[in-house]
């Protein structure tokens, strides 16, 4: 299995805070990979490191190598803008632009100076893809934030996936929906990695348990366990993932 | 019976202060314009001063002021706003970045006479450009432009960072992201800083004194390179150095209640706009 | 449309963006340079010790250039500003933070700012038309262009800085205190006096910092309101001439580069260099509140 991405020894410091510590972790291609840990653990802050959204941080400092395939993210020889074309973001709360629908999801393809009736094309297929094309597909036009929580949501998966990345990450994607737009949007997850490798930050381990394929679980800044999900869940190696797992500790 | 004396005090202090305060706002305005109403007629607003500036309207006065007040937007908008953006958008925190932003409040403690001195000395001799409307413009641009910032950083900090992570996590450049959604998001607040600045710039005497306003001028002037009349200033002649103070003396009313009309008008503007946003939010 | 041009685009704008920034530092540091280097250029052909303690503003063939009329006329005039408009303008402030309902508040914040909005040339024509005459007629004297009638509208002037400054600050004292203060028996008046203004010091030092320097630099109002006699002003009923009216007077006829001309840049170095430690020090005390209040 070739790994879509990987760090080597990865260190993240936010001025004099050692946040991410010797981080060596590899991303499967179209497979779900879960990030869990307590709060604070660096996950969140280790998503954000693949599609280089540190660069908008002032006192970042960071070692060691982040790839994506062979490339190296921070290598400087293909452009960021680049990078997060292929490595498209979810975040925790709905972001859509104050534009409709339509303009939200056209976006990404207007700066790449995508012709018109490709743009209409892309638009409705990317909103099939999300599961939000029945909803809307008579309302284009209407100002995206008239949508519920979970229906924007799913609109701005529909942005990402627009722009046919081969990465998706999430970040918290369900914290700020309501249980049933969070199963959709689960549903959804599984639907998408069949053709886009995805990671997903959650602090809901029954989320990870039911969408993710390998689960990853940090602690204080390091990456202490990797495995499959059964194994994590129902064999982990080490006691504090255990204890995690079993719920002893948030 | 001493805490009766005290309520009475106290009641008598800040009630009384407030009450003084509202009729002295009240007061200038009923005196000034109850004198400065009457003058004013078609004539007067669009007519040009005649004899000898004793009679007639301050059509060029409203039109210099006008004029001038353009030349300051043009030259102070841009340079705020780039200013702003690079403060709010892309400076960290670093002594730099302090010192410009120590810089912008020292800036905007500087009495106006002293922007008029060196408005004086870099426009009006050293960059040749003589006094004229193109040297006051630009001297009272360079006065505007601590406060077009201030206002204008405001308005970009209220744009919520989560739609510029969007634009940016979809693989837009930072310039794309400004350009797209953080200055549409911030025009309304950029906007009233704007016109907020326009009503102080439309009453500022000392810097235009030395750098190109006049009061015996025959027309409008044809080009940025002349000497212009402006209403603050008309005023101050009318008021002060005229041959006739007296029989001019209704003729300064008049200018007076345009000038505070025009301003309070543009402070309405702002005040209007500030409330539609708020409404949006 | 190719990644480079997009990337070559974000890179100018960047690059336009940090260069204005830096034109800030440029235009106050090319404000303070032209002061210094025409100052200079003044006390080579004089003595600054005749400068800063002579008591006569003669210029002329062989002038005398003593400052000490002109910063005793600029004193006189604004702390008898600050000495209506401070105690106005704080129990203004007290009066909308603590006591006036939701409505009245929302009709008070635009008189202030409908009293800021009126330029200086209209306050001074104020006092050239209404509190002249009014001051004459009281003192009998005259006319009323002198120090007390400057004060008057400098004062008019500096309130609305004060008061909304003042309000804030006010506004920002943690309502733990104050429930404190009336928990233990006190009437809102007590709280007010004893408790609520002294939390707020540091913030009401640096509202009246702030008026202060606004009435230190302003020129129109004095120019046309005080008379602009020369002489070492004898008291508030007399005409003085602070170094705003000097320098906006003289400045329009003065001959290039004479000594003359350098003098009037020499004040108004001294008149920027007032204002700046004027400021300075608001802001200072002002930092400091911010860290106690909220």
């Known amino acids: 299995m070739n790994n879509k991405l990987h760090t080597t020894d990865l260190n993240l410091y936010f001025g004099q805070r050692h946040t991410l510590k010797n981080v060596n972790i590899g991303i499967p291609e179209k497979k779900i990979v879960a990030m869990i840990g307590p709060s604070g653990c660096g996950k969140t802050t280790l998503l954000r490191t693949f599609n280089r959204m540190h660069d908008l941080v002032h006192d970042v400092k960071i070692t060691g190598d982040v790839k994506i395939e062979d490339l190296d993210i921070y290598g400087g020889s293909v452009p960021v803008t680049t990078i997060r074309r292929r490595i498209g973001m979810v975040f925790q709360k709905p972001n859509p632009f104050p534009k409709s629908i339509f303009d939200n999801i056209a976006y990404g393809l207007k700066l790449n100076k995508t012709p018109k009736d490709e743009v209409r094309e892309i638009v409705e297929q990317s909103l099939k893809e999300s599961a939000l094309w029945e909803e809307v597909k008579n309302d284009l036009n209407k100002p995206a934030n008239r949508l519920s929580g979970g229906q924007q949501q799913r609109l701005c998966i529909a942005r990402t996936i627009a722009v046919k990345p081969e990465v998706i990450l999430m970040d918290e994607p369900c914290s700020a929906l309501d249980p049933i737009s969070t199963a959709k949007v689960e549903e959804l997850m599984l639907q998408l990695k069949k053709n886009y490798t995805i990671v997903v930050v959650t602090h809901n381990m029954q989320q990870a348990q039911r969408v993710a394929d390998e689960i990853a679980f940090m602690y204080m800044g390091e990456l202490l366990e990797y495995g499959p999900n059964q194994k994590i869940f129902h064999s982990p190696e080490k006691e504090m993932t255990r204890n995690y797992v079993s719920g002893h500790f948030g | ?281 | 449309m190719s990644i480079r041009f997009r990337e070559n685009t974000d890179r100018f704008f960047s690059r336009l963006f940090s260069f204005t920034g830096l034109l800030t530092i440029a235009l106050l540091a090319g404000i303070f340079f032209m002061l210094v280097y025409n100052s200079v250029s003044f006390f080579l052909n004089t003595e600054p010790i005749d400068f800063f303690t002579g008591f006569q503003w003669n210029p002329g063939n062989k002038g005398s250039y003593g400052i000490l009329p002109l910063i005793a006329s600029t004193v006189l005039v604004t702390f008898g500003a600050m000495l209506i408009a401070v105690p106005l303008g704080i129990f203004t402030a007290a009066y909308m933070s603590e006591f006036a309902d939701r409505k009245l508040q929302k009709f008070l914040k635009p008189v202030i700012e409908m009293l800021a909005a009126i330029p200086s040339v209209a306050v001074g024509f104020l006092g050239i038309v209404v509190i002249g005459p009014g001051i004459a007629k009281l003192f009998g004297i005259q006319n009323g262009l002198n120090a007390l009638n400057g004060s008057i509208l400098l004062a008019i002037m500096s309130l609305p800085t004060i008061i909304t400054v003042a309000e804030d600050a006010i506004h920002a004292v943690p309502a733990s205190y104050k429930e404190a203060s009336l928990g233990l028996g006190a009437d809102k008046w007590e709280t007010l006096f004893r408790v609520t203004l002294p939390a707020a010091l540091p913030g009401l030092i640096a509202a009246v910092m702030l008026g202060l320097g606004r009435a230190i630099g302003e020129t129109m109002t004095v120019l046309m309101a005080t008379g602009n006699s020369l002489a070492f002003p004898d008291g508030y009923l007399d005409s003085i001439r602070t170094i705003t009216a000097t320098i906006a007077i003289e400045m329009g006829e003065v001959p290039y580069q004479t000594t003359h001309y350098y003098a009037l840049f020499a004040i108004a170095t001294v008149l920027f260099v007032i204002t700046l430690v004027v400021n300075l020090l608001g802001e200072e005390i002002a930092k400091h509140y911010r860290k106690f209040g909220a």
């Not at chain 2, 450009?129 to 641009?141: E, I, K």
Request: charged share 10%; with cysteine; hydrophobic share 50%.
């Open chain 2, 1 to 281: 019976m001493k805490k009766q004396k005290k309520h009475i005090g106290g009641w008598i202090l800040l009630l009384g202060s407030t009450i003084l305060i509202c009729t002295f706002l009240v007061n200038i305005i009923f005196h000034l314009f109850s004198k400065g109403i009457p003058v004013l007629s078609w004539d007067f607003i669009f007519g040009y001063p005649t004899d000898g500036m004793t009679k007639g309207g301050i059509f060029p006065a409203i039109i210099g002021t006008i004029m001038v007040t353009l030349i300051t937007t043009v030259f102070a908008v841009p340079f705020g706003i780039c200013c702003a953006l690079y403060l709010n958008e892309y400076a960290g925190e670093s002594t730099l970045t302090g010192t410009i932003r120590a810089s912008i409040r020292n800036l905007s403690g500087i009495p106006s006479i002293i922007y008029g001195l060196f408005g004086l000395a870099l426009f009006v001799q050293s960059l040749k450009l003589g006094t004229s409307m193109l040297s006051a413009g630009l001297t009272l641009g360079l006065l505007s432009l601590p406060y077009i910032i201030t206002t204008t950083e405001e308005s970009l900090k209220r744009v919520p960072n989560s739609t510029r992570e969007a634009a940016l996590a979809l693989g837009a450049t930072q310039f794309e992201s400004i350009r797209d959604f953080v200055i549409p998001q911030a025009m309304p607040g950029i906007i009233t800083g704007i016109v907020l600045t326009i009503a102080r710039v439309a009453g500022e005497t000392a810097p235009i004194l030395f750098t190109g306003v006049a009061f015996y001028i025959t027309g409008i002037p044809g080009s940025v390179k002349q000497e212009f009349m402006a209403l603050p200033y008309h005023l101050y002649m009318l008021s002060t150095q005229h041959q006739s103070i007296e029989t001019v003396r209704p003729l300064a009313y008049g200018t007076v209640t345009v000038l505070i009309l025009i301003i309070f008008l543009m402070n309405l503007v702002a005040f209007y706009i500030r409330y539609k946003f708020r409404e949006n939010e």
